[in-house]
């Protein structure tokens, strides 16, 4: 599935522009590998949100405040099928997202203080 990955690909750039479709965009890029066809429908379902919604940007005004806030949380042993715990954050600039991060763990704990 070559068209897969390159789509996934695309996806991925925009994302820096894009914080509103970060969440789906990492969720199918987890299946690059082993991708089905309704991995690659959800793809396309992604590309007809971005074309519906090509007039929303960032705004960032000059009486605004550029104040930076940033939002974490860890979960420990949440995915249930991989047994594996998941950290994000979300940064805000003058009460707009500008980035998103939501990491899942490399290896598997056996124990909170090992996470």
Request: contains cysteine; aromatic residues 12%.
């Amino acid at each position: 599935m070559t068209q897969y990955r390159v789509m996934i690909g695309l996806l991925l750039y925009l994302t820096a522009s894009r914080p509103d479709i970060m969440f789906s965009v990492c969720l199918c890029a987890r299946f690059q590998k082993e991708a089905r066809e309704v991995h690659l429908i959800a793809v396309k379902c992604i590309f007809r949100y971005l074309i519906g919604t090509s007039n929303l940007d960032l705004l960032f005004k000059r009486r605004e405040s550029f104040k930076l806030t940033i939002y974490y949380d860890a979960n420990y042993v949440g995915h249930k099928v991989e047994r594996k715990s998941t950290s994000r954050s979300c940064h805000f600039i003058g009460g707009k997202l500008v980035t998103w991060i939501c990491k899942k763990q490399g290896s598997t704990t056996l124990s909170t203080v090992e996470a």
